[in-house]
Nanobody
Framework: QVQLVESGGGLVQPGGSLRLSCAPSGSIFSINIMGWHRQAPGNQREVVATVTSGGRTNYVDSVKGRFTISRDNAKNTVYLQMNSLKPEDTAVYYC???????????????WGQGTQVTVSS
């Protein structure tokens, strides 16, 4: 069964940087939109950034200028470079992607298991 596998979370001081990565674990036919979401304790999950197959990006206002989403289509991987991290960025970060497993299947939404990002001194 195909899963999205994330890596790169951890503990970092305010002002620091982290890079998250996410890729499907098995064979797929194609990927449409990919993105990162986050959920802090007591809050709803929110979209952080998305990137289309053509490279068009979109960000939530709170991370503009600090976070960069990118994707390597050859590796089926999406990245989230997070700079100038703030304590309010602390959350579990989830990867999300629309995957087409075979030539004849439809795109379906897949989620990663989540990776913890903690920004604290």
């Amino acid at each position: 069964q195909v899963q999205l596998v994330e890596s790169g979370g951890g503990l970092v001081q305010p002002g620091g940087s982290l890079r998250l990565s996410c890729a499907p674990s098995g064979s797929i036919f194609s990927i449409n939109i990919m993105g990162w979401h986050r959920q802090a304790p007591g809050n709803q999950r929110e979209v952080v950034a998305t990137v289309t197959s053509g490279g068009r990006t979109n960000y939530v206002d709170s991370v503009k200028g600090r976070f960069t989403i990118s994707r390597d289509n050859a590796k089926n991987t999406v990245y989230l470079q997070m700079n100038s991290l703030k304590p309010e960025d602390t959350a579990v970060y989830y990867c999300n992607a629309a995957l087409k497993l075979t030539r004849v299947s439809d795109y379906s939404a897949y989620w990663g298991q989540g990776t913890q990002v903690t920004v604290s001194s």
